[in-house]
């Protein structure tokens, strides 16, 4: 993760239900390096989507840290993200949080960018109101939610 901007915020955003999945409206194509450190949430459950005959197996969701906050603690900075699981006391049962550096780059772009149908992403929020992106096929995803219908 490189810092590329910081966005000063006069009036605190509400938090929205954490670890819950909330669709954005955007046009984005977001891009981490291949040797970059990322932060990584994993949410390993029973298949219930029907995403690749995901049902009756263990299916990971995986979401990449986007932005990290500093509304509710303000001494939070990069140098502190490695250690972040260590304080995020409130994972549900099956997620967990890892930092690991890129093997190879990693691109989450809005599905209608490129031949899809989504103009949405599906991001959530730690009890630090760090933001995290999908990774997986968000068209399917919103599938699997009854958002869309499939042609």
């Known amino acids: 993760m490189t810092l590329v901007g910081r966005v000063p915020v006069a009036v605190p955003i509400t938090p929205t239900k954490l670890y819950a999945p909330n669709l954005v409206t955007r046009n984005v194509n977001f891009i981490w390096k291949a040797g970059s450190r990322a932060f990584i ?19 990971k969701e995986q979401y990449i840290m986007q932005s990290y906050s500093q509304q509710v603690d303000n001494s939070l900075n990069l140098t ?8 995020l006391g ?10 690991k ?34 990774l997986g096929n968000v068209d399917r995803y919103l599938v699997a939610l009854n958002q869309t219908k499939p042609n």
């Open 41 to 59: 949430l994993t949410r390993e459950q029973e298949g219930k989507r029907c995403e690749s005959g995901d049902a009756g197996r263990r299916v």
């Open 80 to 87: 502190c993200l490695p250690s972040l699981a260590s304080r």
């Open 90 to 99: 409130k994972l549900p049962p099956g997620w967990s949080y890892e930092a």
């Open 101 to 134: 550096r890129l093997k190879k780059d990693v691109n989450v772009t809005t599905p209608i960018l490129v031949g899809g149908k989504a103009t949405v992403g599906v991001v959530i929020q730690d009890e630090f109101q760090n933001t995290y992106t999908y």
